[in-house]
């Protein structure tokens, strides 16, 4: 067997280009979206990800706004970052790019965040709508995820999902998303703590992988014909992306999103989709 490629590049331009008519109709009714950044620290893959956000911004016709703030920035300095995003008008939706330099408490900034602008969907008050089945906007990795499945007819409906990872981008809301009665999945999540990981995975009908270890999904844990979903991002010695799934489990899977071109560009799409969702809303009243 070879799985079928989830492909996030092709998956994310079609949701762009939509996305960019739905930009064209809140122009004409005087509403220009703007997605704010911001970029604490020197981290390079970090500088990529928000410079890609911006591409993708000037692609469909939303406004960037760009903020940095050098690694020695005070928890004060990013606070006070967050809350002229908060007031800045042309600023409808934005995001603090994680992780943060060390000593920052990343949890403070994002309750520093105006829920009404948090176009990653991270904010407390966002999540906890979210647990209560209200309208918030979603986490766009966990989002990006079930879009990829969706668009290629995954079921989800009764499968049973196995979650590897627990951190905060992806893993801690991935079974909210999927739990919800519109995906009606079973979920176990597993991480470090977790007393035999493949035993668990080979139980899966869908895999989505985002521990950052590499390689950790393999060929002899996946039930054949799984979807599997790879999601972490760890680094060789030339800087190339290695993800959590083996490459022997391509001839396993019955769907795999590759790595990277999967679930990646699908968070950057799943952005955008917050904020012209968030700039829709404003504009309705
Ligand atoms: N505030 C946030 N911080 C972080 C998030 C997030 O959703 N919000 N997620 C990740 C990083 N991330 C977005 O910020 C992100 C990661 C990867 C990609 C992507 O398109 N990757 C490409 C490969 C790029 C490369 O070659 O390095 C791919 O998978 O094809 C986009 C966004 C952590 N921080």
Redesign the pocket.
Known sequence: MSAEILD??AAAAAIKSDLSARVAALKQRGVTPGLGTLLVGDDV??Q???A??HRDCAAVGIASIQRELPVTATQEEVEAAVAELNEDPACTGY?????LPRGLDANRVLEAIEPAKDA?G?HPTNLGRLVLGEPAPL???PNGVIALLRRHGVELNGAHVVVVGRGV??GRSIPLLLTRRSENATVTQVHTGTRDIAAHLRQADVIVAAAGVPHLVKPEDVKPGAAVLDVG?SRDEHGK?VGDVHPGVAEVAGWLS???????????AM?LQNVVEAAERAADG
Do not use: A, E, F
Not at 95 to 99: F, I, N, R, T
């Open positions: 996030g590049k893959g970090s990529k990800y928000v890609g956000k995001l603090v790019q994680l992780p990653d991270l986490p766009c990795t981008t992806i991002v992306i590759p790595n990277p071109g999967g679930v990646g560009p699908m968070t950057r952005l």
